[in-house]
């Protein structure tokens, strides 16, 4: 059974650009959620979607956005990037309300 | 909305000695509790995991503990070994709100066991 497969695993944008980030959950699983990763602050919630509709939204900025697909697939987007943005950015499938299981994360570096 | 608070954010052991993990969190009405162990550039994977309506969990090496009135819980790993080095993270899964679909996540442990 494959597991969650986030892409792409690593990325270097400049300040200003925006970036897509993608990610494909465990089969069957129709919960996904995402989680900004940063040294010292540990895993943040950026939001969480069940069946295309966005269920809860963290406490960052109006430039973090997300959206499901049919399929269960994510996708996250940073849109006008700021130094600050580089994380990394993980991705977790549930079957419920309970267990995640994350991807490996997209590394973003923000120049 | 929910804080989780974790202690220490570094411990470094003796292999075979006993390693103790304290996180508090603010939401009384939270019924969902995780740990996560994160290996050096590897995604975290949950270890165990501990409900509300349960004191305590066990798993070979590793147990949870869970004081409700107090709302803090606690891992507990024993006869450390080296590969048990890694990043720990706590967690509590919000009921209020409506937020029930989140985890809160500590700022996690660094555990260093040494031979």
């Known amino acids: 059974k494959a597991g969650v497969t986030q892409t792409p695993r690593y990325l270097i944008k400049t300040r200003g650009q925006q970036v897509t980030l993608s990610c494909s959950p465990i089969?069957?699983?129709?919960?996904v959620s995402w989680y900004q990763q940063t040294p010292g602050q540990g895993l943040q919630f950026l939001f969480e979607?069940?069946?295309?509709?966005?269920?809860n939204k963290g406490n960052f900025p109006g430039r973090f956005s997300g959206r499901q697909f049919s399929n269960s697939r994510s996708e996250m987007n940073v849109s006008t990037l700021e130094l600050g943005d580089s994380a990394l950015y993980l991705c977790?499938?549930?079957?419920?309300?309970?267990?995640?299981?994350f991807g490996a994360g997209s590394r973003l570096t923000v120049l | 909305g929910e804080n989780v608070e974790q202690h220490p954010s570094t411990l470094s052991v003796q292999e075979g000695d006993s390693a103790v993990i304290k996180c508090t969190y603010s939401?009384?009405?939270?019924?969902?509790f995780p740990w996560y162990k994160q290996e050096l550039g590897k995604r975290p994977q949950l270890i165990i995991d501990?409900?509300?309506?349960?004191g305590e969990k066990k798993d070979q090496r590793i147990a949870v503990t869970l004081n409700k009135t107090a709302k803090h819980f606690s891992l507990h790993i024993t006869e450390t070994q080296p590969e048990d080095s890694a990043v720990y993270f706590c967690?509590?899964?919000?009921?209020?709100?409506?937020?029930?679909?989140?985890?809160?996540f500590g700022k996690g442990t660094l555990l260093t066991v040494n031979p």
């Open positions: 939401d009384s009405a939270s019924n969902y």
């Open positions: 501990i409900r509300s309506n349960v």
């Open positions: 977790a499938s549930s079957a419920g309300a309970n267990v995640l299981t």
């Open positions: 089969s069957g699983h129709r919960s």
């Open positions: 967690a509590a899964r919000e009921m209020s709100g409506g937020s029930n679909y989140k985890l809160t």
């Open positions: 979607y069940f069946s295309e509709t966005q269920r």
